[in-house]
């Protein structure tokens, strides 16, 4: 139960079936896809960097990934820190470092930083990844619960 926690940390290693670059991995919090995710990302290459925002969105993205064409060894990382998922005092903030391959071949890399908001202090109870595609096999979850003090 996720009630004795009062963070989660979830570290992936992931690939996506589909071919191309940076696939998205939506995903919602107890099934809720009302316009409740907020966030605010800058990313950058080596050589450039952006930053973007949205608001009032139906899902947030929990990290990118390679595609199954892209280089054989090379598998998108990320992790997301998750604060206060049990507390219903607090809105739920998400800091999400993540990093993939751009380009087949080239080893082009792209890492970001995003910290997402969900705009409700209900007690998580359930996560809902749903990637374009589908998760390549061979792709790893491991969830962590952090106790409070």
């Not at 997301?80 to 082009?108: C, H, P, R, W």
């Amino acid at each position: 139960a996720w009630t004795q926690f009062q963070d989660l940390v979830l570290v992936a290693a992931m690939r996506n079936t589909g071919n191309g670059n940076s696939f998205g991995n939506t995903t919602t919090f107890n099934s809720d896809t009302g316009g409740n995710y907020y966030w605010q990302t800058m990313a950058g290459t080596g050589s450039a960097i952006a930053a973007s925002k949205a608001d009032g969105q139906s899902s947030f993205n929990l990290g990118t990934m390679p595609g199954a064409d892209m280089t054989g060894n090379f598998w998108g990382a990320t992790v997301a820190y998750i604060f206060g998922a049990t507390n219903t005092n607090q809105l739920k903030m998400i800091y999400v470092y993540d990093g993939n391959q751009t380009g087949s071949g080239s080893e082009d890399n792209n890492v970001a930083i995003t910290m997402n908001r969900y705009r409700s202090a209900s007690a998580l109870t359930t996560f809902t990844m749903n990637p374009t595609n589908n998760f390549k096999a061979g792709s790893t979850f491991h969830l962590y619960g952090i106790k409070a003090a």
